[in-house]
């Protein structure tokens, strides 16, 4: 589903993707761990289409299309979600509003009519429930005064709404307190159905006790240095980050 | 340039869409301004006597005043003697129902879609239609005269209740005030009149189009609303402009007198045309508006949505004279390509207890220049007077300008006066955010401008908040996509 060659990227011509590859395939969870700064958020503005990022070399293939000349709308339309790091306020803006302007986007692309007010309440009422974000919560603007987690946790109702195929999760944990996080990730949980793909970047092995990732990789200085099944998460939690960059250095 | 500088570059660098001359035979007066041109707009009005004399005293003090030129806008000199001050579309006959109007005249109203049936079906709003410079056609009349109401041309209240126009004309806004004031009371061709007789509440939205039609017809609207005490009105005005190469001067006048009690909510969508991309063109709209809270507890509201014009000049007042009277301000003023604004409010606190709000949202697009010029003057005899300012100015792109004058005189020590002033631009953030979501920039664009307009658009009547938005998205829209 999700196939990057060889991918390198500047921001201000300087190079922080180094050359990453990375296979996923349908129904995948990859959890992405790796040192601050080692280019996680990176890889998802650049997947995602933000244009500050410079790509200079390689290939990225989403579902059999090389993605990388496409527009972010163009992207998220065919499926690709991302869950920010840091969401973005939009003021005077509703969360519903925002969210029907956006589902009713995608389904244009995908040639479906638009969803009538009481359709869209239907469905938004159905997701609602899978992150348990109350009604004010969707009255209200874009993220605007909304504490961290809550932000967070509109990132995956947002991600519930749209149903992508590929959702990209930058440290979607960070800033939920302990039942949020179960909250979110049931949520996450929920959405496994065999055919979507997850990255899930993060810095806490707690996370991947909830969404239990079939691959854990690890970035490190632009370049997947790492990669194995849950439990070398585990053995990160337990050894740090220190015997993998001497690893690299050799 | 980035792609998204360059969408939004494409997106506020949009053509007007309204543009269209329709061909309504016109009643035109020889170019240029003397004492014979006043006549003849006073003769072709069949006005009486007093109001001719009112227009000759109007010109002789216009003659003696000096064009101001302390607003941050730029313009070639404006030759007041290349200017028709009078035009009108030929009355047929009068009219007893709809389907008499003229095709054109009606045409022209569907194209701007704001053809009278529906309006009358659907939201029962009364509209007093204005071509050019003569009222074509007033409906719900008949209603509004059973509860005492006056809503009709200002010609026609000249004619009809003169004792009323004699009474209150220029008492908000006199022929002393300023150049294009004077040049108003001079030539004014014709506008509203309305009247709210003690403690009635006017059931609708009174409304008004106006238009500027023939070429090179300078359009001099009057409009008066006299609230009498407890009285309450609601009146929207609106217009968009056919598209032409001449600059246009339109100068308006419009005065509001609230006594106790009453409360005036005066709306404005105003979209004449901007001129081309380049800055040819486009309509210069100097208007003086001002309400006065006469007397206790009286209220007036201004909220206006300015997005057309070349050139905006423009201050809604009020003047806070009764003790407790209020005074609001609500103002959206975009501007794109070349186009100049500076609007703003005064607010004139005299009474004891008087209250003002202002908040002003300035959205620049393109090369244009926005500025927020507001008065709050506070009396030596305004014990506990407050008002509150808050000033956003929201940029599209970088080539663009937003600027803010808030004057504050407060010669009482008992007033509070707050003001807040913010200058943001709309983020790439937030525009990659919404492409994130699969919304393109352009609607994203639309989608973040709606947004930060928002308290304003709470304002306006729900019909009007809806058009609005569709205004201000059709401005932002262009070529993308
Ligand atoms: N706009 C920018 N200008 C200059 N450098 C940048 C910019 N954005 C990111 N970088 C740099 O790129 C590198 C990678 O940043 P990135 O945000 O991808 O790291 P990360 O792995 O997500 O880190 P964290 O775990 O702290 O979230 C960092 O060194 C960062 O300082
Ligand atoms: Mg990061």
Known sequence: MLSIKNLKANIEDKEILKGLNLEINPGEVHAIMGPNGS?????ASVLAGRDEYDVTGGEVV??????????????ARKGIFLAFQYPIEIPG????NFMKTAVNEVRKSKGLAPLDSKEFLKLMREKMQLVQVDKTMTQRSVNEGFSGGEKKRNEIFQMAMLEPELGILDETDSGLDIDALRIVSDGVNALRDGKRSFIVITHYQRLLDYIVPDFVHVLYKGRIVKSGTKELALELEEKGYDWIKEEVEI | MSEDLKIIDEVTGSDYKWGFVSNIEADTAPKGLNEDTIRFISAKKNEPQWMLDYRLKAFNQWKKMEEPSWAHVNYPKIDFQDIIYYSAPKPKKTLNSLDELDPEVKATFDKLGISLEEQKRLSGVAVDAVIDSVSVKTTFRDELAKLGIIFCSFSE????????????????????????AALN????????????????RCPMELSTYFRIN???????????????EGAYTSYLEGCTAPQRDENQLHAAVVEIYAHKDAQVKYSTVQNWYPGDKNGKGGVYNFVTKRGLCAGERAKISWTQVETGSAITWKYPSVILKGDHSIGEFYSVAVTNNMQQADTGTKMIHIGKNTSSTIISKGISGGKSNNSYRGLVRIGKNALNARNFSQCDSLLLGDRCGAHTFP????SNPTAKVEHEATTSKVGEDQIFYCNQRGISTEDAVGLIVNGYCKEVFNQLPMEFAVEAQKLLAVSLEGSVG
């Open chain 1, 93 to 96: 803006v509703s969360n519903a």
């Open chain 1, 39 to 43: 280019g996680k958020s990176t890889l």
């Open chain 2, 407 to 410: 004057y504050i005189e407060c």
């Open chain 2, 214 to 228: 023939s070429a090179g017809t300078g359009q001099f609207e009057r409009t008066l609303i006299i609230a009498d």
């Open chain 2, 157 to 180: 209240a000249v004619r009809e209740h003169p004792e009323l126009v004699k009474k209150y004309m220029g008492s908000v806004v006199p022929y002393t005030d300023n150049f294009y």
């Open chain 1, 62 to 75: 989403f579902k059999g299309e090389d993605i990388l000349e496409l527009s972010p709308e163009d992207r």
């Open chain 2, 185 to 200: 009371s001079a030539v004014f061709s014709d506008g509203s009149f309305c009247y709210i007789p003690k403690g009635v």
